[in-house]
C-alpha cells in the first residue's frame, strides 16, 4: 500500500491514438493516496481512455504510466495490480451479467479475487447490506434499475477492497436519488477505508464540487488540476461548470451561454396532440406503468421525470406503438397510439435511450439512409442531411462511424436523425444522458428553438434538474405512477421549499416510504478484513476457474431455451439423418425400352420388376422418349432391350443388354448399376439353369462389422459424432465473442484472472453439456438403431470427454479470433462441416481421400474420434487399439488451448 | 412504389454491412471456393482408389498376378500384409478390404479342387463396401479365367451388360459432389446470414428504432431476403463459372440464366427460413444451435448426397417441404442434364410456394417477438 503523500498514480508524456485521432495527448498528471478525485470534461475528451488507461484495460501506447508504485506495462505488475484495483467501466451496469441474480454476481468477483468460504459470505452480507441489495439477491442484475445496477457494480468492485476504485461515469443515466445515495454509499465506504483512492469521472459538474480534487480535462489534454475551490478561485468564477469553461480555450468558449426558454404565449387553450388517458402496462405479475393520464399541448416541452425503472421508457414506447397497452388509451395527432398509420409515424420522432443506429454505417449515411426511410423528396435529401449536420455539429465527423464517437456525439446524432424529418413531436427519451453541459445547453437551445419557433411539441425524459426547470411543466413519476404534474417552478415551490432537486427527493422518498421500510444505505464502520494476498497470488488458480464455470454454467442454466436447442437439436437430426441416409438403395424408377419383345426380354423386365430395388415407371416407344424421362429424372435408370435379344440369348451369342444410368446423383447410379447386375445374373440362370456350369474357385466375402449391411449400424454412429463437433463448437464459438460485443470482457483485462482460467473455466459447463449430449445420442444409437457396444465402453466415454473438449476448445479458438457473433456463428458452421462431413470417414472411408483431404481430416479431430466410435461400436475393439486416437485428441485440445490463448487479447488495444 | 423504394434503400444498407466486414467476406470467399475444390477433388463416390490389402499365403505365379491385378483407378496398388496384421489394418481402417489367398490356391485351383479365397470388407463403410466387394469379384474372376486361358469364365454371364451413364459418362464423383457442395454452402451461407442480421439488429436495439419509423415489417424483412439472398446468388454465380466450370473443369451442360433464376427463387426461400429461425431462436447463442439442424438437415436429406428414393416413405415425404430437395433436383436437372424450364417449372413453382411460406410466417412471427423483446 502506497504511504499516505506518495501519487496512487503518476502519469508522464501519456498519449494514446485511435487510428488518427489522439484520445489523450501528452498527458502528465500525479493524483495523490487516499483522494476523492473527480474526472470532468466534455464528450469523448480522453476521460474514459484515460481511466482505461490506468485501470490495466487498455494497453498502454506511449508515455509512462506509475500505478500504485507499479508498472501497467508490465505483465507481472498487472497481476499485482489487477488484486489491488477495482474498475467499473462506463455504461449501465456493463461489466455485469445480466441474467445472473445479484447474489450471483457478488459472488462471481468475490471468487474472481479468491475470497471463497465464510470470509466471502460475510463480505458480501455486509457490502449488500450497505448498498441495499440485501432484499433483492435473487433478482437477476438485468432486471434491476439503473440505480440498482450501478450500486451492484460498486459492490462487485469493492468486494476485494481495492486500494483504488476507478469509477467511468457511474452516476450517468441514474435519476437523482439513486446518485445521492451512491454518493452516500460512497462516503461511508472511504470513511471505513480512508487510504483507498477514488478516481471518479462525471458528467455532472455539480457532483464534482464535492471532490477533493478535480481534473478538467479537454481534447485529450488536462486543462486545469486541483481542489474545486482553487480552480474556481483561480478562473475567478463561483461555480465548477463556469470555471470549466473559463478554462477552454478561447475559440472553444466562444458561443457558449446557457439556453433560455421563453415563455410560450397564448397556446394555452389548443388541443392536446398526445393525450394519454389510465395508460397502463403489466409485463407478467409487473406493472411497469399504472394508470397514468396526461395531456400535451401543441408546442409544449413536457419533462418526465423519475427514478430509474419507473416506466417512463414503457409509456413512451406505448406512444410510438411499439408496445401494446394493457388498459387505457393513448392519442397522438389525435389517433390512437400504434396505429399502424405510417403517415403518423412520419409526423414523429422517437429516440430511444440506447444507440439504435447502425455501427456500420457512417454518420452521414445513417441520415441519409433515414431521409430516404422518411420518404423526403430525392431533391431535399442532399440538403437536409447537410443542414442536420451543421445544426448539430457533426459536419467533422460525417464520415466516421458512430462506435468511434463519444457518447455525446452519438446523442447527438440520433437527435439528428429524429428532426430530420421535420416531424411535430419529438419524443426523446433520456436523449441527454452522457452527454456533457456544454453539448447540452446547445442541444437545449435547438429544442427550444424546435417548440418556440416551429411548434414541435416535445415530450423527453431526464435525470438532470436544470433541463426538468427548463421544460414547460413536468411530471414526476414512480413505480409507474405520476406523483406529480405541474411546472417545475411550482412543483419546487410546493414540495421542495424552491429546489426542484429536493422536491423530487422529498417525493421519492415519500413515496418509496409509503411502500416499504426505506432503503437508507448503512454502510458497515467497518469492513471485514481484505482476503489475504496469497489466496489471489497464484499464476494458475483452480477457485478462478471455478468461478467462470459457475458463471458459465448459471448463465446456461438461465437460458433453457438454448440448453434445449444444445440438448434436443442433436437427437431430432440424430433420428432424421438415421433413418434418412441410407446407402440400401431402394424403389429405383426404371423405364424399359424393350425393342425385342420376347419371352427372353419379358423374363428379365419382370425379374427387375420384381425386386424390391426397383420400381417400374412406363415403358417408352422410343430412345428420345426414354431419354426425355431421364431428363426429367423421371426415371433413374432405362433398361434398352435391343431387337433379337432372345434369339441371340438361345444361340449363346452373348446378346448386348444396354442399361442407361442417370449419372447425375453417381452414388445412385453407382449402386443402381451393381443391383441391375445382380438381378439380371439371376434371371438369365433360372432362364438357363445348368449352362454356366460351375466356377473353378469359390470367392467367399465376408462383410465385417455390419454383418447385414445394415445402414443403421453405419451411419447413426457417425451422425453422433458429427452432431459432437457442431453443438459444442457452436457453443464455445460464442462464449468469448459474445463478452466483446457485450463488454463483461472487460473483467478479464482488469481481475487477476488469467486467460487460461478465464477459457477452460467457460469451456467446462460446455463440455458437461457436450457429454450429456453425447450420453442421450448413444442410448439413441443403441435402442433406437439397433447396435450394440461390441468394445470397451470406459474407451468410448474417455474418447468422448476428449473429444468434445477438443470440439469445445476449437469453438474457443474461433471464438478468441473473430470480432463479431455473426462471424462466430458463420466460421463454426462452416469450418467445422467439410472435414466432419466429407473427411473424417463417417460417410466415405479415409483410407479413399486424396493426399490433401487427407491431411485436411487428420488435422481436424472429427476422423479419430469416428474410428474411436465406429471401433467400440461396431468393430469391438477397446483402448489397447484405440489409444493412438485418444492420445491425438488430447493432443488437440491442448494445441486448441494454446491457439486460443495465444489469439484472446489481454488488454484492450 | 415508394414501398420498393425503400425495401430497395434498406437492403444496400444490408449489403453495405457485409462488404465491409472482411472476416465475413472471407468467409465467404472460402465457402465458394476452397471448400468446393477440396470436397469436389477429396472425396469418391464412386469404386476409386478403394485400399486394398492382401495376405499372401500361397506365394505362387497366380497370386501375385491376382495382387496386381487390383489397378487404379478403382484400387489403389494392393498392399501385402502378414496375416497377423489383418486385425490391425482393417481396426484402423487402413484398408477396406483384405484379400486372404490361401497356401496351395494355385495348385489346387488347377487340380480342380474348387479352392477358396476369402474377401475381407469392413461394412462400416457403407459407400464403399457393397460396390467395392463387387468390383473385386469381378476382378478375381477375370484374372483367374485368364490364367485358366479360357475366354468367357464359367459362371459368367450369358451376355454382354452394356452401362452407359448418361450425363456423366464416367460418373465421376467430383462433378456431382462440386454442385452438392455448391449447393449446400449457399444453404449455410444465405440461413446464417439473414438470420443473424435480424438478430445483430434486435440485440443491437435497431430494429425497434426501425419500427418506429414509417415502414413496414414486410419492408424491412424484404430487404434483408432480396440483400442477403442477392449477395448468396452473385457468390455462388461467381463459383459456378471461375470454380465448378474452371478451376475443376465440370462440362455444364443447361443454360446459367436458368440456374440463376432457380437459385434465385431458392435464396429467396432459405433467407425467408432464416428470418423466420430468427424469430424463434431470439438470441444469437440460441440461433447458432438452431441453425445447425436445419442446414444439416436441409443438406443431406435433400437428395444432394443419398437418393432420396432410399428414404422412408414419411421422410420422403417430408423432405417435400425442404426448399433444398428441389434445388437439388433443379440444380442437377439444368446442369447436368440439360433440361428446360419446360421440365423444371414444378421444381421453381415448389420453391417460390415454400418460400412464400416461410416469408409469411416470419413476418407473422416478426412484430410479435419485437414487442416481447421490447
Sequence with gaps: ?909 | MASLRITFRLGLKELWAVLRDPVLLGLVAYTFTIAIVTVARGVRTEVRDAAIAVVDLDQSPLSNRLVDAFLPPWFKPARAIELAEVERVMERGEATFVLLIPAGFEADLLAAREPELALLVDATAMTLAGNGAAYARAILEREIARFLGREVVPGSLPIRLEVRARFNPNLEAGRFLAVTQLVNNLTILAIVLAGAAVIREREHGTLEHLLTLPLRPVEVVAAKLWANGLLVLVAALLSLEAVVRGVLAVPLAGSPLLFAFGAAVYLLAVTALGVMLSTVATTMPRFGLLAIPVFVILNLLSGGFTPLESMPRWLQLAMQLSPTTHLVAFAQGVLFRGAGLDVLWPRILAMALIGAGFAGLALLRFRRTIAAVA
Excluded at chain 1, 499464476?539 to 438454448?562: K, T
Design chain 1, 1 to 909: 500500500m502506497s504511504a499516505r503523500g506518495e501519487p496512487a498514480v503518476r502519469c508522464q508524456g501519456l498519449v494514446h491514438a485511435y487510428g488518427r485521432l489522439r484520445a489523450l495527448d501528452s498527458v502528465d498528471l500525479a493524483i495523490p493516496a487516499g483522494a476523492l478525485v473527480g474526472f470532468v470534461g466534455p464528450d469523448g475528451v480522453g476521460k474514459s481512455t484515460l481511466l482505461a488507461l490506468i485501470a490495466g484495460a487498455k494497453r498502454l501506447q506511449s508515455g509512462r504510466l506509475e500505478v500504485l508504485g507499479l508498472d501497467p506495462s508490465r505483465r507481472a505488475d498487472r497481476a499485482r495490480l489487477a488484486r489491488r484495483i477495482a474498475y467499473m467501466p462506463q455504461g449501465l451496469g456493463r461489466n455485469l451479467y445480466p441474467t445472473l441474480s445479484v447474489a450471483r454476481n457478488l459472488a462471481f468477483f468475490a471468487s474472481l479475487h479468491g475470497l471463497e468460504g465464510e470470509s466471502a459470505r460475510r463480505r458480501i452480507a455486509l457490502l449488500s447490506e450497505a448498498t441495499g441489495l440485501a432484499s433483492f439477491l435473487d433478482r437477476p442484475a438485468g432486471k434491476l434499475s439503473g440505480g440498482m445496477k450501478q450500486k451492484l457494480a460498486l459492490a462487485c468492485a469493492l468486494v476485494h477492497d481495492p486500494d483504488l476504485l476507478i469509477l467511468d461515469e457511474p452516476t450517468t443515466g441514474v435519476d437523482p436519488l439513486s446518485r445521492r445515495r451512491f454518493f452516500e454509499l460512497l462516503a461511508a465506504i472511504r470513511a471505513a477505508r480512508p487510504a483507498m483512492t477514488v478516481l471518479f469521472a462525471t458528467a455532472y459538474m455539480a457532483e464534482a464540487e464535492r471532490f477533493d480534487r478535480v481534473v478538467a480535462i479537454d481534447a485529450g489534454r488536462i486543462l486545469g488540476e486541483g481542489p474545486p475551490a482553487l480552480l474556481c478561485a483561480r478562473t475567478g468564477t463561483a461555480r465548477l461548470d463556469e470555471a470549466f469553461v473559463a478554462l477552454l480555450p478561447p475559440e472553444r468558449r466562444r458561443d457558449h451561454r446557457p439556453a433560455e426558454r421563453p415563455p410560450r404565449r397564448g397556446e394555452e387553450n389548443v388541443p392536446p396532440v398526445i393525450e394519454a388517458r389510465g395508460l397502463g402496462k403489466r409485463f407478467g405479475a409487473f406493472t411497469a406503468v399504472d394508470r397514468v393520464s396526461f395531456s400535451i399541448g401543441r408546442g409544449e416541452i413536457f419533462g418526465f421525470l423519475g427514478s430509474n425503472g419507473c416506466g417512463k421508457t414503457t409509456t413512451m414506447k406505448m406512444l410510438v406503438g411499439l408496445l401494446e397497452p394493457s388498459s387505457g388509451e393513448a392519442f397522438v395527432l389525435g389517433e390512437p397510439a400504434g396505429a399502424d398509420s405510417l403517415a403518423a409515424r412520419r409526423r414523429i420522432g422517437y429516440m430511444s435511450q440506447s444507440f439504435s443506429l447502425y455501427e456500420e454505417l457512417t454518420v452521414r449515411q445513417n441520415l441519409e439512409l433515414h431521409a430516404a426511410i422518411y420518404g423526403l423528396p430525392r431533391a431535399e435529401r442532399g440538403r437536409r442531411v447537410a443542414e442536420q449536420l451543421a445544426r448539430f455539429e457533426l459536419a467533422q465527423v460525417a464520415d466516421r462511424r458512430p462506435p468511434a464517437l463519444p457518447l455525446g456525439l452519438r446523442q447527438r446524432l440520433q437527435l439528428a436523425v429524429a428532426t430530420l424529418h421535420e416531424p411535430e413531436i419529438l419524443i426523446l427519451d433520456e436523449p441527454t444522458s452522457g452527454v456533457d453541459p456544454i453539448a447540452r445547453d446547445r442541444f437545449w437551445a435547438l429544442l427550444i428553438e424546435l417548440a418556440r419557433t416551429r411548434g414541435v411539441t416535445i415530450f423527453l425524459s431526464t435525470h438532470f434538474m436544470d433541463e426538468a426547470l427548463r421544460c414547460d411543466r413536468i411530471s414526476l413519476m414512480h413505480a409507474g405512477r405520476v406523483l406529480a404534474v405541474g411546472e417545475p417552478g411550482t412543483i419546487a415551490r410546493e414540495h421542495g421549499q424552491g429546489d426542484l432537486e429536493t422536491a423530487f427527493v422529498e417525493l421519492l422518498a415519500a413515496a418509496e416510504a409509503s411502500e416499504r421500510a426505506p432503503l437508507a444505505p448503512s454502510a458497515p464502520t467497518v469492513l471485514p478484513e481484505p482476503p489475504p494476498e496469497a489466496a489471489a497470488s497464484a499464476a494458475f488458480s483452480p477457485a478462478r476457474l471455478l468461478a467462470f464455470s459457475r458463471r458459465e454454467g448459471a448463465e446456461l442454466l438461465a437460458d433453457p431455451v438454448r440448453l434445449a436447442f444444445a440438448l434436443l437439436g442433436p437427437i431430432v437430426l440424430l433420428l432424421a439423418m438415421g433413418f434418412g441416409i441410407s446407402f440400401d438403395v431402394e424403389n429405383l424408377r426404371f423405364a424399359v425400352l424393350d425393342q425385342d419383345r420376347t419371352a427372353e426380354s419379358r423374363a428379365v423386365v419382370r425379374a427387375l420388376e420384381g425386386s424390391r430395388y426397383f420400381e417400374p415407371a412406363g415403358e417408352p416407344t422410343g430412345s428420345a422418349e426414354a431419354d426425355r424421362l431421364l431428363e426429367a429424372a423421371r426415371v433413374a435408370l432405362v433398361l434398352a432391350i435391343p431387337p433379337g435379344f432372345g434369339r441371340d440369348l438361345v444361340a449363346g451369342r452373348q446378346p448386348e443388354l444396354a442399361v442407361w444410368l442417370d449419372g447425375a446423383n453417381t452414388t445412385r447410379a453407382e449402386t443402381a448399376r451393381g443391383y441391375v447386375l445382380g438381378v439380371v445374373e439371376r434371371a438369365l440362370r433360372e432362364l438357363a439353369p445348368g449352362e454356366a456350369g460351375t466356377a473353378p474357385f469359390r470367392l467367399e466375402t465376408r462383410f465385417r462389422y455390419n454383418q447385414e449391411f445394415r445402414s443403421t449400424a453405419a451411419i447413426p454412429p457417425g451422425v453422433m459424432m458429427m452432431q459432437l463437433v457442431m453443438i459444442p463448437a457452436m457453443l464455445g464459438a460464442l462464449a468469448v465473442v459474445r463478452e466483446k460485443e457485450l463488454g463483461s470482457i472487460v473483467n478479464l483485462y482488469t481481475t487477476p484472472a488469467t486467460r487460461l482460467e478465464f477459457l477452460i473455466g467457460k469451456q467446462l459447463p460446455y463440455i458437461a453439456t457436450s457429454l450429456a449430449s453425447f450420453l442421450s445420442l448413444l442410448l439413441i444409437v443403441l435402442f433406437v438403431f439397433d447396435n450394440r457396444l461390441r468394445g470397451d465402453p470406459a474407451t468410448l466415454a474417455l474418447g468422448a470427454l476428449l473429444f468434445v473438449s477438443a470440439t469445445t476448445a476449437f469453438g474457443l479458438v474461433v471464438s478468441a479470433f473473430v470480432r463479431s457473433q455473426i462471424a462466430a456463428i458463420f466460421a463454426t458452421a462452416i469450418l467445422c462441416m467439410i472435414p466432419t462431413v466429407n473427411f473424417s470417414g463417417m460417410l466415405y472411408p479415409v483410407a479413399t481421400l486424396d493426399a490433401v483431404s487427407r491431411a485436411i481430416g487428420q488435422s481436424f479431430p472429427a476422423l479419430y474420434f469416428q474410428r474411436i466410435v465406429t471401433g467400440v461400436v461396431n468393430k469391438g475393439l477397446g483402448l489397447d487399439s484405440l489409444w493412438p486416437d485418444l492420445v491425438t485428441l488430447a493432443g488437440f485440445v491442448l494445441l486448441f488451448w494454446v491457439l486460443a490463448v495465444a489469439l484472446l487479447p489481454e488488454q484492450e488495444r
